[in-house]
């Protein structure tokens, strides 16, 4: 059974930093391309940074420069460092791997 969980989300002031993690068990990070993906209410479900295979990484451009992707194969863990938050940024964050969805983590960026 795949199981994919966020942890890491919540209130923040804008210009500060939250860490997302995603727990995966099931499925392993080492052979499957990862992303972290969100939502805003009234907006679709979009992609924020992925790891694609070959460990590239591609980002949206509305985060570029500030959020960076990262991985513990070791552990199978994924994880979404947000510096520089702004309010815009506020969403539920979803960890994604081979067709699979977490719950998700609210993220909260006040001004």
């Known amino acids: 059974q795949v199981q994919l969980v966020e942890s890491g989300g919540g209130l923040v002031q804008a210009g500060g930093s939250l860490r997302l993690s995603c727990a995966a068990s099931?499925?392993?990070?080492?052979?499957?391309?990862m992303a972290w993906y969100r939502q805003a209410p009234g907006k679709q479900r979009e992609l924020v940074a992925t790891?694609?295979?070959?460990?590239?990484?591609i980002y949206a451009g509305s985060v570029k420069g500030r959020f960076t992707i990262s991985r513990d194969i070791a552990k199978n863990m994924m994880y979404l460092e947000m510096n520089s938050l702004k309010p815009e940024d506020t969403a539920v964050y979803y960890c994604?791997?081979?067709?699979?969805w977490g719950r998700g983590t609210q993220v909260t960026v006040s001004s």
């Open positions: 994604h791997a081979s067709n699979y």
């Open positions: 099931g499925i392993t990070f080492r052979t499957n391309a």
């Open positions: 790891i694609i295979s070959g460990g590239g990484e």
